[in-house]
């Protein structure tokens, strides 16, 4: 797994590009453990339409309060619990000014 | 429609739109089981100039489950890539299109086979190419010559082919919707019209098929070719199922997904979602694998079509609407398999776990003279042990939900006679409509009608 940082989500979506610290974060997979003769419920594609690594991130809040980020890549998901990264992006998204200065 | 636009969320979704699910032993080919799944409804043959092709954003999947969990074992992925080739035109085709290779052909659309067995991911096959759309007789003069050559072997005796082919499945859409009338009964509805013969609402449109053929000792629990119809291990599950990438980003200069992939569609039992599961709950049916279909028992036990049928023809299925207790035989078919001891010479039971999907015995051999109502009909290797192409899935599951199946659990029921006489389409009989035509071999669909040859809303039946 990648060593994502909240700079990391935040450069490499829409162009935003908010001052935080620097931070290794804490994430997860969401694929649950499952018995091994069966297969994924959902498929874990590897083939050559997966994106490289430097392929587009997307990331989306469900529900800020939990402070948990899903961030998109290739064809992976990856889980982030991280209430300061998640405020900072919340503040983001809601100053008209800042997007506008970064547009 | 058996699968066509049943959810509101996948109608508005057709490549991703899985259409209907077909699981047999290839009757020219026993030692194989044939799986088809389409996608695409309604495809207008002159839909031109973008004619309709897989979703390159789209992974499809065929799954098979042989340990009766409703969990996928083996599963196949498919996944396509379209190319330009003269980016310089808004044509489809710059010319008769000769071979699948032709430079005429200015979109052709190629796709990746993955076998995947648990954890285990094999690559089968890369770049393989699928046929252009039937056009008409100046782009696609030699069709079936087209069509035949994108039919690949992937070694280890598995062939697929993906492309258009004439939707084979048969219903009578504008009847049944309209306050589910069954044509010749309109006399007897409770809002009564003269009776008429039955339409085939799917007459001259196509679909977008993909089949795969697979040697049976492939898909069975233990690698072997069971012959013996009471063993257990002689029953496979099977249902098809697509998927999308969480994130789509679009704007003015870009648009891209990414991701995991998440599920949108399903198919196993035609018309399990379409009839079955009520309109709220149909979006999430579609983002769920068949082992999760327990919350779903209650309206198969109780389905809400068995209701309103006595409602809406005023007594002419009194016994139907005294039927109060659980439908066990419609929780058999569609959710356990049917159990050894129920119908005599066949079984397809899965265990007790509740899961939407085709019960294929591989044991039961293909019919020598099929008869195309299935079980219902006699015939042991027709639907519901499986499904064929040409199978009329729509009579045999009103019949059964009007209470013709029901004796099997209870034999003191007796069928209204009207359940033995509903037919949905055609008038009886062992014949599929004329408008619809099959194969005798791989992909057992037949070749698309073309544009240029169908006439619209062409009334023949």
């Not at chain 2, 007594?315 to 050894?340: H, Q, W």
């Not at chain 2, 059964?400 to 008038?427: E, H, M, N, W």
């Not at chain 2, 992909?443 to 062409?458: A, I, R």
Request: hydrophobic share 40%.
């Amino acid at each position: 797994m990648k060593d994502w940082s909240r700079r990391h989500v935040l450069r490499a979506t829409a162009g935003a590009a908010i001052a935080v610290p620097m931070a290794a974060l804490g994430g997860g997979r969401t694929t649950a453990a499952k018995p091994a003769s069966s297969v994924a419920a959902s498929p874990q594609w590897s083939g050559d339409h997966a994106a490289a690594d430097t392929g587009p991130v997307m990331f989306c809040i469900h529900d800020a309060q939990r402070g948990e980020v899903s961030i998109l890549h290739g064809t992976d998901e990856v889980i982030v619990h991280d209430r300061q990264l998640v405020a900072r992006i919340m503040q983001a998204a809601h100053s008209s000014a800042t997007v506008s200065q970064k547009a | 429609m058996s699968s066509h636009r049943e959810a509101p969320e996948i109608s508005k979704d057709p490549v991703a739109d899985n259409t209907d699910t077909y699981a047999f032993i290839s009757p020219d080919k026993p030692d194989t089981v044939t799986i088809i799944s389409n996608y695409i409804p309604l495809e207008d043959p002159a839909g031109g100039p973008n004619f309709f092709e897989f979703g390159d954003d789209v992974l499809y999947r065929i799954n098979i489950d042989n340990n009766g969990d409703g969990k996928a074992d083996v599963a196949y992925e498919f996944r396509f890539d379209t190319k330009i080739r003269n980016a310089e035109t808004f044509l489809y085709n710059t010319g008769p299109i000769a071979s699948l290779t032709d430079p005429n052909f200015n979109r052709p659309q190629t796709y990746t086979v993955t076998e995947v067995r648990g954890t285990r991911r094999r690559q089968l096959k890369r770049d393989i190419p699928t046929p252009p759309c039937n056009i008409g007789p100046r782009s696609t003069p030699n069709y079936a010559k087209l069509a035949n050559a994108a039919i690949t072997p992937l070694g280890g005796g598995i062939s697929v082919f993906a492309g258009q082919r004439l939707d084979g499945f048969y219903v009578d859409l504008g009847s049944v919707f309209d306050l589910a009338v069954l044509r010749p009964f309109q006399n007897l509805h409770l809002i009564p019209s003269p009776a008429t013969g039955g339409v085939n609402a799917l007459r001259s449109f196509n679909v977008h098929t993909i089949a795969i053929q697979v040697p049976i000792g492939a898909l069975t629990r233990n690698g072997k070719t069971p012959t013996d119809v009471f063993d257990p291990k002689a029953v496979i599950g099977v249902w098809a199922s697509a998927y999308r990438q969480k994130g789509r980003y679009q704007d003015n200069n870009r648009s891209y997904s990414t991701g995991a992939f998440t599920q949108v569609s399903r198919l196993g039992n035609p018309l399990f979602n379409e009839v079955i599961v009520p309109m709220s709950r149909k979006d999430k049916w579609n983002r769920l694998e068949p082992s999760q279909d327990y919350q779903f028992a209650k309206y198969v036990a109780q389905p809400e079509l068995a209701k309103l049928l006595p409602v809406l023809y005023p007594g002419v299925f009194p016994n139907l609407a005294a039927l109060t207790a659980d439908r066990a035989d419609l929780l058999a078919i569609l959710l356990t398999g049917v159990p050894k001891g129920v119908i005599p010479g066949f079984q397809n039971f899965t265990g007790p776990k509740q899961a939407d999907m085709l019960r294929l015995n591989v044991a039961v051999p293909p019919a020598a003279t099929p008869n195309i109502n299935g079980i219902l009909g006699g015939d042991l290797a027709g639907f519901p042990n499986g499904r064929r192409v040409f199978d009329n899935v729509v009579t045999i599951e009103l019949r059964a939900v009007a209470g013709q199946t029901y004796p099997l659990i209870d034999k003191a029921f007796v069928p209204d006679g009207a359940a033995g006489l509903i037919f949905d389409v055609i008038g009886g009989g062992n014949t599929p409509p004329p408008s619809v035509s099959y194969l005798d071999v791989f992909p057992y669909l037949d070749h698309p009608v073309s544009g240029y040859n169908t006439v619209p809303l062409d009334q023949s039946a």
